[in-house]
């Protein structure tokens, strides 16, 4: 191979930073409308309205800030492969903080690909807001110690054109004499776009 396969993003402190700005900009525009609509019209001192004012800013913060470091990202080169996920609210806070910091990160799991003795991919069917469905690629990698990795991709549907590079690294384990365990044939699909691979899932459970 003759390039690093990355799905995902690796965020920089850039990134973190006008992901910042977008969040502060949405909350002054909120609060500005609570401040000129809602608070005239409720009778409370101007101390209170500027605690309130206070808490809005400090809870968005709170709830969203987080949300930036929850990011996945798999890398495969010619000797690895690395996975990268923060989970859980705290731990998110920290990554965002690291990240500004410019320290290293770590992988949550760090596999060499001679010790993988096979790959299986399968599928699980979402549902989201307004009964929107979609669908998560799951990947199981057995490894020759009969260690099993999993990996699970948030939503392939919605993380746009990640399927073509899932289809990359299938086929660059399978020239390194990695089995593909694939009973819905899902590899060969991985070229189509995310409807037609949504629609061929349908397909699939339908005749179960």
Same mark, same amino acid.
């Given at each position: ?10 965020? =920089? ?10 969040? +502060? ?12 609509? *809602?608070?005239?019209?409720? +009778?409370?001192?101007?101390?209170? /309205? &500027? ?6 800013? #400090? ?7 987080? &949300?930036?470091?929850? =990011? ?15 989970r ?5 806070? /920290? %990554?965002?903080?690291?990240?500004l &910091? ?6 949550? #799991? @760090? ?8 790959? !299986?991919?399968?599928? @699980? ?22 260690? *099993? ?5 948030? +939503? ?8 073509k ?5 299938? =086929? ?9 365990v694939?009973?819905?044939?899902? /590899? ?5 776009? !995310? %409807?037609?691979?949504? +629609?061929?899932i349908?397909?699939i459970?339908?005749? /179960?």
């Open positions: 191979m003759n390039k690093e396969i990355i799905i995902g993003k690796k965020l =920089t402190r850039g990134d973190v930073l006008k992901s910042f700005v977008v969040i +502060n900009l949405y909350t002054f525009i909120i609060l500005g409308i609570l401040v000129f609509t *809602v608070f005239p019209s409720v +009778n409370i001192s101007n101390q209170k /309205k &500027m605690i309130y004012s206070v808490l809005i800013i #400090f809870i968005t913060w709170i709830v969203t800030v987080p &949300m930036i470091g929850g =990011t996945q990202r798999l890398e495969i080169d010619d000797q690895y492969i690395r996975y990268y996920h923060v859980g609210t705290w731990n998110q806070f /920290k %990554e965002v903080l690291r990240i &910091m410019k320290k290293d990160d770590r992988a949550n #799991f @760090s596999v060499s690909i001679d010790s993988i003795q096979s790959v !299986s991919i399968s599928y @699980s069917l979402t549902v989201g807001g307004f009964g929107i469905k979609g669908y998560k690629l799951l990947f199981s990698f057995l490894l020759k110690d009969y260690t *099993v990795v999993r990996f699970v991709p948030f +939503n392939i549907s919605g993380g746009g054109n990640n399927n590079k899932y289809e990359e690294m299938l =086929t660059f384990l399978q020239k390194n004499d990695v089995e593909i694939d009973p819905y044939v899902l /590899k060969d699909k991985l070229g189509l776009t !995310s %409807e037609e691979i949504l +629609n061929y349908n397909k459970e339908e005749n /179960k």
